[in-house]
């Protein structure tokens, strides 16, 4: 069976190490590879094989029988075959400097376990490295609630929710001024999932009370019945329905001036 080929870069550090171990695990599961990383695959038990005795008082170990003996020997040399293939396949997936960095490390075992207690990152550092995200973030960043929710951390739910709310738009104000009130008297059961639910009603509703204010003020202002986008400033569709604020909803083949 041919091997699978790894996808993603080569590890360089502290850096890309995120990015890199869940590929890196992958590749060397796949291959078969891990059981050597792991230890969950060991040498073959050479008691089961050998008989240990005394011979002119030195202590000696004898097999069981020829064949026995001859089976302990393949299976001794699968097992150191599988583990220098594992050592290789690990230093295939590290940096050249890497390589030379650990070059003292002989096992695939000893070499991950350095990778691991080097470039790892402790539960602190992944909460602050999550925390970092979401203080920076903002709901102008994302094209949605729902990616602007998206932040995969383990946080408590309090601060979750307050920096949530801080990154809305003015236009959120009175939705952000209920919530705070109603999750500030049981902070222990705060539903992040309903707050995200509720924020993406909200994103809409505040989204069809702009087209429709826009569509009065075309009706309005420019004498008559015509749709106008706030965003290019041209007639014919709204701002929620147009190709220059939302590309994605540009057909390919069609005219750019049709909206």
């Not at 049981?186 to 702009?210: F, W, Y």
Request: net charge positive; glycine share 6%; charged share 25%.
């Amino acid at each position: 069976m041919a091997a699978t080929a790894f996808k993603g870069e080569k590890l360089v550090g502290k850096s890309n190490y995120i990015k890199w171990i869940n590929p890196a695990s992958l590749f060397l599961e796949i291959n078969g590879y891990m059981p050597y990383i792991s230890g969950k695959a060991s040498p073959p038990d050479q008691s089961l094989y050998y008989a240990r005795g005394t011979e002119g008082g030195r202590s000696v170990l004898a097999p069981y029988s020829q064949e026995l003996a001859i089976k302990y020997y393949e299976k001794l040399n699968y097992f150191e075959t599988q583990s220098q293939k594992a050592l290789g396949a690990l230093k295939s997936i590290i940096s050249l400097e890497n390589q030379e960095r650990f070059k003292d490390k002989n096992t695939a075992k000893k070499l991950w376990n350095a990778i691991q207690a080097t470039f790892g990152q402790s539960i602190l550092e992944l909460v602050s490295r999550y925390i970092n995200q979401i203080v920076d973030s903002n709901y102008s960043s994302y094209k949605s609630i729902d990616e602007y929710t998206s932040l995969d951390c383990e946080i408590p739910k309090p601060v979750i929710t307050s920096l949530i709310l801080k990154g809305l738009p003015s236009s959120f104000d009175a939705f952000s001024s209920r919530k705070y009130e109603k999750m500030s008297g049981d902070l222990k059961n705060i539903d992040i999932n309903g707050l995200i639910n509720d924020l993406i009603s909200e994103e809409a509703r505040i989204g069809v009370n702009a087209d429709l204010n826009a569509n009065k003020a075309s009706k309005g202002g420019r004498g008559n019945n015509k749709k106008y986008c706030n965003k290019c400033k041209i007639t014919g569709h709204i701002e929620s329905t147009c190709w220059v604020k939302h590309p994605e909803l540009k057909p390919n083949s069609e005219n750019p001036n049709k909206k």
